[in-house]
């Protein structure tokens, strides 16, 4: 399966064999479940009011949360494995619920960080292959590939490492300890 937009809403098209589609492998759709990416919940920006996606601020702040200065409303557009992912429609900066602490906390810049994001840390489990070395020169070697990761996304958005709570931190750590490769 792939996805493909089309006016503004994702919905799921059938590959043929050989059409140069993208394919799933098991590691990538371990690593989609693990974030909690669900593209069916982009294409529903017309229907939240009636799921429940829309976080205005006056119903969060009254139930305890913490919003940034100047948001008004957040939509959930997925989950990370513990917190919810959400965007602000008028700045396009996307936040992480962290329920921890009650607040939403920046995550990402705009869209096409979140998605730099998504596809190095997939594309790095993903085509990630062990070697022979002994345990502590496989750590070693995979420190250094996520080191290299983090520095390309640090150059395009400070945000998804900036803060103590960010879920990126634990996914990466993770990553480089070798769960998710």
């Known amino acids: 399966m792939s996805w493909t937009a089309a006016r503004g809403r994702c919905r799921r098209t059938a590959e043929t064999s050989g059409s140069g589609g993208v394919r799933w492998g098991l590691a990538q759709r371990r690593v989609r479940r693990a974030l909690g990416f669900d593209p069916e919940l982009v294409g529903q920006v017309a229907d939240v009011q009636v799921d429940g996606s829309i976080w205005r601020r006056a119903v969060q702040e009254s139930q305890g949360w913490k919003f940034p200065k100047g948001v008004e409303r957040l939509i959930k557009i997925g989950n990370f494995p513990i ?3 959400v965007i602000d429609p008028a700045t396009g900066i ?9 607040e939403a906390i920046p995550a990402h810049a705009d869209v096409s960080s979140w998605a730099k994001t998504i596809s190095s840390f997939v594309g790095y489990a993903e085509n990630y292959t062990p070697g022979d070395e002994e ?3 496989e750590y070693a070697r995979r420190k250094r590939g996520v080191g290299a990761i983090h520095n390309v996304i640090r150059l395009v958005d400070l945000l998804p490492f900036a803060h103590e709570y960010s ?3 634990e996914l990466f750590d993770s990553l480089e300890g070798g769960i998710y490769t």
């Open 83 to 85: 917190n919810a992912v």
């Open 167 to 169: 879920e990126w931190v």
């Open 94 to 102: 996307i936040y992480q619920c962290t329920d921890a602490s009650m």
């Open 135 to 137: 345990d502590d020169e």
